[in-house]
Antibody, heavy 119, light 106 residues
Framework: EVQLVESGGGLVQPGGSLRLSCAAS????????MSWVRQAPGKGLEWVSA???????YYAESVKGRFTISRDNSKNTLYVQMNSLRAEDTAVYYC?????????????WGQGTLVTVSS | EIVMTQSPATLSVSPGERATLSCRAS??????LAWYQQRPGQPPRLLIY???TRATGIPARFSGSGSGTQFTLTISSLQSEDFAIYYC????????FGQGTKVEIK
């Protein structure tokens, strides 16, 4: 059974940093395209970053230069390091697996972890 | 960036009735369109991909159609568990989502 479990969210001050983790089971992270998608409170969904199976990484313009996506194959875990956090980064962050055929729609999602950026 | 626009923002429907949700892309996304359902406090759930293919385990009352810039999600006979927010997402380019349509009980 495919499962994604996020952790690492919390309250952080503007300008601070946080690292989110996404532990995967039931499949191999390194063989799939993985993404982070966020949802601000009461708002819609926004794609944030992707890690392709081949190792390439991609970012939305809103987080480019501040967020870094990575993975640990030995732990089957995806990460996102978030620096220089702003109030507008406040959201539930979901880890999502892209389809096994490589298309960028998401067939499995974690439950999400809440990041609150506030002083 | 491809902008996805959903309409209406809110749809009031009685149980057992049909619901029709629309999604428009600012440029052609071919058939690279997915639909998701999100219930309160839950992550999104994939319903439809490739504009019209139901995901695993999705009931037949959900159907998708369209290509290019105009897409439709139809729920043929609404059940209580279908009252939720629905999002479309294009994946012809970097993923972008519509703002959602809330399907509420009339």
């Amino acid at each position: 059974e495919v499962q994604l479990v996020e952790s690492g969210g919390g309250l952080v001050q503007p300008g601070g940093s946080l690292r989110l983790s996404c532990a995967a089971s039931g499949f191999t992270v390194s063989s799939n395209y993985m993404s982070w998608v966020r949802q601000a409170p009461g708002k819609g969904l926004e794609w944030v970053s992707a890690f392709y199976a081949g190792g390439n990484t991609y970012y939305a313009e809103s987080v480019k230069g501040r967020f870094t996506i990575s993975r640990d194959n030995s732990k089957n875990t995806l990460y996102v390091q978030m620096n220089s956090l702003r109030a507008e980064d406040t959201a539930v962050y979901y880890c999502a697996r892209a389809s096994i055929d490589g298309a960028n729609y998401f067939d499995y999602w974690g439950q999400g972890t809440l990041v609150t950026v506030s002083s | 960036e491809i902008v996805m626009t959903q309409s209406p923002a809110t749809l009031s429907v009685s149980p057992g009735e049909r619901a029709t949700l629309s999604c428009r892309a600012s440029q052609s996304v071919r058939s690279h369109l997915a639909w998701y359902q999100q219930r309160p406090g839950q992550p999104p759930r994939l319903l439809i991909y490739a504009a019209s293919t139901r995901a695993t385990g999705i009931p037949a009352r959900f159907s998708g159609s369209g290509s290019g810039t105009q897409f439709t999600l139809t729920i043929s006979s609404l059940q209580s568990e279908d009252f939720a927010i629905y999002y479309c997402q294009q994946y012809d380019n970097w993923p972008t989502f519509g703002q959602g349509t809330k399907v509420e009980i009339k």
